[in-house]
């Protein structure tokens, strides 16, 4: 059986929506909606947030939830699991002494995505084996506009359901095919940012140097390709909705009236 610790990084101090994890959404903040759908996954050992903001961590504390404190230092929040990860490994490894278990893997649950689907976790780790370096989801599109739009990483794949490319592109061309024919004639997959590291490759990752591939697409995922790292993709038929701007908070608040 695989140990699995979910992590969700918060940060307060986001450029385009300050104070993002702490919005209210109906009743409930922002980082609590994420916290509770996520620990409905049965398949996650615990659930934990990794903040670098004592008001997000006094917050958490004060709905139940797990949290540690981290830099406000990290690049990514990436970084900021590996932290958290030897943060918790640290604190139950004191605890359960002996009888302390690893982790195998952590998965990296975005913080503003109030509405993920347990069962979108799920599909992530059923994915996962012992050889698996680093695994994401991807959902089929299905519009036009969103195969289109460059704020929508696609990505492609090879057999064996590894990443082979992610890109804000519309990736493949169809070559001597109309683009308003081009989702009828053709799968297409958009990524979806949940990410699961096995602990070995989280360690690993967080030391290497940004990619050219990942500076000029703007895609962090790009570095771990880049430097020969393998990516398992699974296919989930859920979409997700995160928060980018306070605009995106009216069609949150439409969702749960």
Not at 212 to 241: C, H, M
Request: a positive charge; charged letters at 25%; proline letters at 5%.
């Amino acid at each position: 059986m695989l140990k699995i610790l979910g992590i969700i990084p918060a940060r307060y101090a986001s450029t385009r929506f300050p104070g993002k994890p702490l919005v209210d959404i109906s009743g409930k903040t922002m980082i609590q909606r994420v916290y509770e759908q996520a620990s409905k996954s049965n398949l996650l050992a615990k659930v934990v947030v990794a903040t670098d903001d004592e008001r997000i961590f006094e917050h958490v504390k004060s709905f139940g939830g797990e949290v540690v404190m981290t830099s406000s230092k990290h690049p990514s929040g990436t970084d900021r699991c590996f932290e958290a990860l030897q943060i918790v490994s640290k604190l139950e490894r004191r605890k359960e002494g002996k009888e302390f278990q690893r982790y195998n893997y952590v998965i990296n649950i975005q913080g503003d995505e109030p509405f993920i689907q347990p069962k979108q976790i799920d599909i992530l780790v059923q994915c996962l084996t012992a050889k698996t370096e680093l695994a994401t989801l991807i959902k089929r599109i299905e519009d036009e506009a969103t195969l289109f739009n460059p704020n929508t990483p696609k990505v492609i794949f090879n057999n064996y359901h590894e990443a082979i490319y992610f890109t804000r592109q519309t990736i493949p061309y169809l070559r001597g095919i109309e683009k308003d024919k081009w989702l009828n004639a053709h799968d297409y997959f958009k990524h979806i940012g949940i990410y699961a590291y096995r602990v070995d490759i989280l360690n690993k990752i967080t030391k290497l140097p940004i990619a050219l591939l990942e500076k000029v697409e703007s895609l962090e995922q790009l570095r771990w390709l880049a430097n020969g790292f393998k990516i398992k993709v699974a296919i989930t038929p859920y979409d997700s909705f995160g928060i980018d701007i306070p605009e995106d908070l009216e069609e949150a608040q439409r969702i749960t009236s």
